[in-house]
């Protein structure tokens, strides 16, 4: 947003710099981004005269020229046709960088001819875009007058990034009445005083909404008899000044007034609107419309067109139509000031791919209170360049009138919020220099603030609050040295994430991150009852996630869709439950929140390997990177049970991981079920695990021993037991029985059939015996078998098997 320092002065009174109003207004929220000064760019750029022209004895169309430039004359070559003897010109001396193409001018000789210095056309001065001729300056300029004074009086524009909900910083009036505010000064706005016939507008025209939702208010003025022609050399040096290229009397007056209040307006030629009509109305699918860059336009039901009686005449809040255009034989003049509905404007121009300074400002929402004003304002202009005949009054369609909201604001809740007193008296002036109607209730510490229709962006309390210390002064505001007190402790263990990561990436894993909010229906098959969000945005993100699967497998489809067949993934990520268990150092009031570790695998083992690669991932490469994980951190007594749930149907068969008796994990295939659910045909193994296993239980520190000095002595035993027994239950004996001798244990053989009996199984062990004292003797070993094997047959009802 382009802002003229010079032009900000008609409406506020400004003694400070530009510099320091700039510092000002991004304090307050409004960034300056960049500043334009026209003294900086055309430093070395003066007035001339031309005191001789001559024709250049080496040359045809070249012409050599006396320069004066207030000081002493130079001799320029020239090859502009218009160069003529007493012109006021402008010249650039040498050492000037010329603003369109960043060229040095330097003194160098031009056909045998020395040329010091440059007279400008107004394309190289870039003020316009004739480049044919040099631009002819008026007679009173003063020669050796800089021309940054003479054609722009020194000016500065302002870039500043208006953020989209302070529309009302989109024109001068606008950032005028921000400085106002922000040095405790009164805004000055236009003075309009117009001369109208007796002839009421109503005589001639009349407006018919048919959408009010999409344009609650609609006002036309009527100019009669005028004549068209250019607008005044400072009207069209304003707008070139912040980008805007002069057309016509009219057309700039539209600009002009744009840039000015922040309303867009558009102008049409009323004799060319057929039945002296305007409709407004939604697009029929597929209507074609002819805009003023001379594009045919194909319109949906959903854009608004403003149309006469016959036909569209423009695109509401976007663009008008060539069929209406100003043009030099224009006579009578409809002006249309509007307030479109921001969300029709929005999508009408992303649709036609069409942003102009009418959909930008439309789209953020502009005032509808000062429609009639601004319409106002521009019938005054016109009249007095065009010397038009204004017909009395105006046509002011508005069905749906737009309310002021009004807010309700405690003056005690300033200082709890920003740690500062501010007086109740500046309180009071801030609102009312931001235009906001304060009134008392009945307490006098609470307020009733009437919100102008032009600051959409101040709905609630806190948003007042915004404001005072926005304009009071950030910089008032103290900073204050904190002491954050913690009441828990980080109970994780420093480095903890940092190990069990290096094991995953060590073991071919890639980490994902998954949203904590999910759609109610993946947590009704973890079978925790799950923490519902207040408000959610959308209905994929309705509950906390209760497991770290679910989401995992919305990254296993993903990837699938994506050609991505074999996956190793893991997270390290919180779950949240309600839990009427208060034990845990975790929960509040029935809220749980722990934080799990999720594996899941799928496709093939190893998809680059041509031998290997229809080898698939199955159940036992999952069980094994569970127990090297575990194993890693040196958790030797896991515990590995069959893991039975009604309520959690995420894994079939699922295997659970148990540590001194609790579960703190589980494991297996993902059932069918869920992968329907996912969209997912190949098989995935998924298990997940509390991250307490890993925090409280393994080692901090490594411990180690000496290789035994001794020899063991390995023996295989198999057992005949009733097929309800776990193995657990047969390890727990051996080791027990076995004492300090038992140095290993692993399961190798399970068998079934005839030979053993119905309902029972042989399950074979193997032993490694071994003494850190010395070599075992074979009555020593002995013993020790028989041992076992009495406690087997006693507690087990077990039968070694021969």
Same mark, same amino acid.
């Given at each position: 947003?382009?802002?003229?320092?010079?032009w900000?002065k008609?409406?506020v009174?400004?003694?400070?710099s530009h510099?320091?109003?700039a510092?000002r207004?991004?304090?307050?929220g409004?960034e300056?981004?960049?500043? !334009?000064?026209?003294?900086e760019i055309?430093e070395k750029?003066v007035?001339?005269?031309?005191?001789d022209v001559?024709?250049h004895?080496?040359?045809d169309?070249?012409?050599?020229c006396?320069?004066?430039d207030?000081?002493?004359?130079?001799t320029?070559?020239c090859?502009?046709?218009?160069?003529?003897?007493g012109?006021?010109?402008?010249?650039a001396?040498?050492?000037s960088?010329?603003?369109?193409?960043?060229?040095?001018?330097?003194e160098?000789e031009?056909?045998?001819?020395s040329s010091a210095?440059?007279?400008?056309s107004?394309?190289e001065?870039e003020?316009g875009?004739d480049h044919?001729g040099?631009?002819?300056?008026?007679?009173d300029?003063?020669?050796?007058?800089t021309f940054?004074?003479?054609?722009w009086?020194?000016?500065?524009v302002?870039?500043?990034?208006?953020?989209?909900?302070?529309p009302?910083c989109l024109?001068?009036?606008?950032?005028?009445?921000?400085?106002a505010?922000l040095?405790?000064r009164?805004?000055k706005?236009p003075?309009?005083?117009i001369?109208?016939s007796?002839?009421?507008?109503k005589s001639v025209?009349?407006?018919?909404i048919?959408?009010p939702?999409?344009?609650p208010?609609?006002?036309?003025r009527f100019?009669?008899s005028?004549s068209?022609?250019?607008?005044?050399?400072?009207m069209q040096?304003?707008l070139?000044?912040?980008g805007i290229?002069?057309i016509?009397?009219v057309?700039?007056?539209?600009?002009y007034?744009?840039m000015?209040?922040?309303q867009?307006?558009?102008?049409?030629?009323f004799?060319?609107i057929?039945?002296?009509?305007?409709?407004v109305?939604?697009a029929k699918?597929?209507e074609k419309f002819?805009?003023?860059?001379?594009?045919?336009r194909?319109?949906?039901?959903?854009n608004?067109l403003?149309?006469d009686?016959k036909?569209?005449?423009a695109?509401?809040?976007v663009?008008g139509g060539l069929?209406s255009?100003?043009n030099?034989?224009?006579t009578?003049?409809l002006?249309?000031s509007a307030?479109f509905?921001?969300f029709?404007v929005?999508?009408?121009?992303?649709?036609?791919?069409?942003?102009?300074?009418s959909?930008?400002?439309f789209?953020?929402?502009?005032?509808?209170s000062?429609?009639?004003?601004?319409a106002d304002?521009?019938?005054?202009?016109?009249?007095?360049?065009?010397g038009?005949?204004?017909?009395?009054g105006?046509?002011?369609?508005?069905?749906?009138k737009i309310?002021?909201?009004?807010v309700s604001f405690?003056?005690k809740?300033?200082?709890?919020?920003l740690?500062?007193? #501010?007086?109740v008296?500046?309180?009071?002036g801030?609102?009312n220099?931001l235009?906001l109607?304060?009134k008392e209730?009945?307490?006098?510490?609470?307020?009733?603030?009437?919100i102008?229709t032009?600051?959409?962006?101040?709905e609630r309390?806190i948003?007042?609050?915004?404001?005072i210390?926005r304009?009071?002064?950030?910089?008032?505001?103290?900073?204050?040295?904190?002491?954050? #007190?913690?009441f828990?402790?980080?109970d994780i263990r420093?480095?903890?994430?940092?190990?069990?990561r290096?094991?995953?990436?060590g073991a071919g894993?890639q980490?994902?991150?998954c949203?904590?909010?999910v759609p109610?229906?993946?947590?009704?098959?973890?079978g925790k009852?799950?923490v519902?969000?207040?408000?959610?945005?959308?209905?994929?993100?309705t509950?906390?996630?209760?497991?770290?699967?679910p989401?995992m497998l919305q990254v296993?489809?993903h990837?699938?869709?994506?050609?991505?067949?074999?996956?190793r993934l893991y997270?390290i990520?919180?779950?949240?439950?309600?839990?009427?268990?208060?034990?845990?150092k975790n929960y509040i009031?029935?809220?749980h929140?722990?934080?799990?570790?999720?594996?899941?695998?799928?496709?093939?083992?190893?998809p680059y390997d041509w031998?290997?690669?229809?080898?698939?991932?199955d159940f036992y490469?999952?069980?094994g990177?569970?127990?090297s994980?575990?194993?890693k951190?040196?958790l030797?007594?896991?515990?590995y049970?069959i893991?039975?749930s009604?309520?959690n149907t995420? #894994?079939?068969?699922?295997i659970g991981?148990e540590?001194?008796?609790?579960l !703190?994990g589980?494991?297996g295939?993902?059932?069918?079920?869920v992968?329907?659910?996912f969209?997912?045909e190949?098989?995935?193994y998924?298990a997940?695990l509390?991250i307490?296993l890993?925090?409280?239980?393994?080692?901090?520190?490594?411990k180690y021993?000496?290789v035994?000095?001794?020899p063991p002595v390995?023996?295989?035993?198999?057992f005949i037991l009733d097929e309800?027994?776990?193995?657990r239950?047969?390890?727990?004996i051996?080791r027990?029985?076995?004492?300090p001798?038992?140095?290993?244990?692993?399961?190798f053989?399970?068998?079934?059939?005839e030979?053993i009996?119905?309902?029972?199984?042989?399950?074979a062990?193997a032993?490694?015996?071994?003494?850190?004292?010395?070599t075992?003797?074979q009555p020593?070993?002995?013993e020790t078998?028989?041992?076992?094997?009495?406690a087997?047959e006693?507690?087990l009802?077990?039968?070694?098997?021969?």
């Amino acid at each position: 947003m382009n802002i003229s320092f010079n032009w900000l002065k008609d409406y506020v009174t400004i003694h400070e710099s530009h510099e320091e109003i700039a510092d000002r207004l991004t304090m307050a929220g409004l960034e300056v981004e960049a500043m !334009r000064s026209t003294k900086e760019i055309y430093e070395k750029f003066v007035v001339g005269e031309v005191r001789d022209v001559r024709q250049h004895p080496n040359a045809d169309r070249l012409t050599v020229c006396d320069v004066y430039d207030g000081k002493k004359k130079h001799t320029v070559v020239c090859g502009a046709p218009n160069v003529a003897r007493g012109q006021k010109v402008v010249y650039a001396r040498t050492g000037s960088i010329v603003p369109a193409n960043g060229m040095e001018v330097r003194e160098v000789e031009i056909r045998g001819q020395s040329s010091a210095g440059m007279i400008c056309s107004e394309y190289e001065l870039e003020v316009g875009g004739d480049h044919e001729g040099i631009l002819v300056l008026q007679d009173d300029a003063k020669t050796g007058s800089t021309f940054s004074k003479y054609y722009w009086e020194n000016d500065v524009v302002f870039e500043i990034g208006i953020t989209p909900n302070r529309p009302d910083c989109l024109s001068h009036i606008g950032v005028a009445r921000e400085i106002a505010a922000l040095y405790k000064r009164s805004l000055k706005k236009p003075k309009i005083n117009i001369k109208e016939s007796g002839q009421s507008v109503k005589s001639v025209l009349k407006i018919d909404i048919k959408d009010p939702g999409h344009c609650p208010r609609y006002v036309g003025r009527f100019i009669d008899s005028v004549s068209i022609g250019a607008s005044p050399v400072w009207m069209q040096r304003r707008l070139k000044m912040i980008g805007i290229r002069p057309i016509n009397a009219v057309v700039d007056v539209t600009n002009y007034v744009m840039m000015e209040y922040g309303q867009p307006l558009h102008a049409f030629d009323f004799n060319l609107i057929e039945g002296k009509k305007i409709v407004v109305r939604l697009a029929k699918d597929d209507e074609k419309f002819v805009t003023l860059d001379e594009k045919e336009r194909s319109l949906t039901k959903k854009n608004l067109l403003i149309c006469d009686a016959k036909r569209p005449v423009a695109v509401a809040g976007v663009m008008g139509g060539l069929n209406s255009e100003i043009n030099n034989d224009t006579t009578s003049v409809l002006i249309e000031s509007a307030y479109f509905s921001p969300f029709s404007v929005r999508h009408t121009s992303k649709q036609l791919g069409m942003v102009t300074e009418s959909s930008y400002r439309f789209e953020r929402g502009v005032d509808p209170s000062r429609t009639a004003e601004a319409a106002d304002r521009a019938v005054q202009l016109i009249q007095q360049f065009t010397g038009g005949t204004v017909y009395r009054g105006r046509v002011d369609a508005y069905p749906k009138k737009i309310k002021p909201l009004t807010v309700s604001f405690r003056i005690k809740q300033v200082e709890r919020v920003l740690g500062i007193s #501010i007086p109740v008296p500046t309180v009071k002036g801030i609102f009312n220099r931001l235009g906001l109607d304060v009134k008392e209730s009945g307490k006098r510490s609470e307020w009733r603030c009437g919100i102008p229709t032009f600051r959409p962006d101040i709905e609630r309390e806190i948003d007042l609050i915004e404001e005072i210390v926005r304009v009071y002064g950030y910089d008032k505001v103290p900073a204050q040295e904190t002491a954050a #007190i913690r009441f828990t402790s980080d109970d994780i263990r420093p480095g903890l994430h940092d190990r069990i990561r290096e094991w995953f990436v060590g073991a071919g894993f890639q980490e994902v991150v998954c949203n904590s909010m999910v759609p109610g229906t993946w947590n009704s098959f973890a079978g925790k009852p799950a923490v519902r969000v207040n408000n959610p945005q959308n209905q994929d993100m309705t509950d906390l996630r209760t497991s770290l699967i679910p989401g995992m497998l919305q990254v296993v489809k993903h990837n699938l869709n994506r050609g991505n067949e074999s996956l190793r993934l893991y997270e390290i990520g919180h779950i949240f439950s309600l839990d009427s268990f208060s034990g845990s150092k975790n929960y509040i009031n029935n809220y749980h929140e722990g934080e799990s570790i999720g594996l899941v695998l799928t496709g093939s083992r190893n998809p680059y390997d041509w031998s290997l690669k229809d080898a698939k991932f199955d159940f036992y490469d999952l069980k094994g990177e569970v127990e090297s994980l575990t194993s890693k951190f040196n958790l030797d007594k896991i515990e590995y049970n069959i893991y039975y749930s009604t309520s959690n149907t995420l #894994i079939d068969e699922a295997i659970g991981i148990e540590y001194q008796g609790v579960l !703190r994990g589980y494991f297996g295939k993902v059932s069918n079920k869920v992968l329907k659910l996912f969209d997912i045909e190949s098989s995935v193994y998924a298990a997940e695990l509390d991250i307490e296993l890993f925090n409280e239980f393994a080692p901090i520190e490594k411990k180690y021993r000496e290789v035994p000095k001794y020899p063991p002595v390995h023996r295989d035993l198999a057992f005949i037991l009733d097929e309800s027994v776990p193995f657990r239950d047969l390890e727990n004996i051996i080791r027990k029985n076995g004492g300090p001798l038992i140095h290993n244990l692993s399961f190798f053989d399970i068998y079934r059939g005839e030979k053993i009996g119905t309902g029972k199984k042989s399950v074979a062990v193997a032993l490694e015996l071994l003494s850190i004292e010395k070599t075992l003797t074979q009555p020593e070993i002995e013993e020790t078998v028989s041992q076992i094997v009495r406690a087997v047959e006693h507690n087990l009802n077990g039968v070694l098997r021969s």
